[in-house]
């Protein structure tokens, strides 16, 4: 399995390329990763130093993989935050090139807008650009619910809610759409759902909430989702697996109280989640 991944980079700690790498190489994926920033940090500190790579590096570096006669082989593009709108053009000609070359080839966009309690966080103009852009383009969007909602324009506050988003947008382009941090009127306060839509059906997960609040866990998930939807084709079982594998390493997170999530420390989580969590039919 080989997956085209371009997202951000980050010396300390685990976000973007840095929090989706490891688990997909630890489950046996071949991963080209390209970096659209490289920070000594994630921008959640206030404090960071680094630099924000140009469109233009992303092109000459899928070029390169290209020369090497590789994107036939290329099974799935895997993208997540877009810095500014020429970063996701960048990104949209990389999925068109690998399409070109391998027409089978998956493309999971993860939809970085914002968040519920912290409103559009993103320069101006990304909302907009997912939204027109990347929605009709991508196999896979994993929105968060506050994303499902700025996407759709839909206030989602129950199942049937989040159910009709999702529908939405698939009536737009994903063939599968997974909703991450989905809180609606009959999730219990101490627990938290994930949901993912594709051809009529709709799985909901459930696990308990935990006390940790850290960035890059959304990168991860989306690149445990691709991994294993392409490695079952069942979005059930990758949801239930993505989900079982999540929350183990964010419970062990929490253990420790730690500011970063605990991507090495907890690889085993990725391969043999220490708790399954089933993906029922809704």
Known sequence: MNILSIQSWVAYGHVGNASAVFPLQRLGAEVWAVNTVQF???TGYGAWRGQVFGAE?????VQGIAEREAL???DAVLSGYMGDAAI????????QRVR??????????DPVIGDVGRGIFVRPGIPEFMRDRCVPAATILTPNQFELEWLTGRKVSTLADAKAACAE????GPRTVLVTSLQ???TPEDSVDLMASEE??????????????????GDAIAALFLYHRLRWGDTRVALSNATSSIFGLLRRTAEEKSREILTVAAQEEFVTPSRVFVAEGC
């Open 40 to 42: 000594s940090n994630h």
């Open 57 to 61: 590096l992303i092109r000459d570096l």
């Open 72 to 74: 036939p082989r290329c």
């Open 88 to 95: 996701g053009e960048a990104i949209l000609d990389a999925v």
């Open 100 to 109: 070109e070359a391998n027409p089978a080839a998956l493309w999971c966009c």
């Open 169 to 172: 947008l698939q009536a737009r």
């Open 184 to 186: 609606v009127e009959d």
């Open 200 to 217: 009529g059906q709709v799985w909901r997960v459930r696990t308990p909430r935990l006390p940790v609040s850290v960035n890059g866990a």
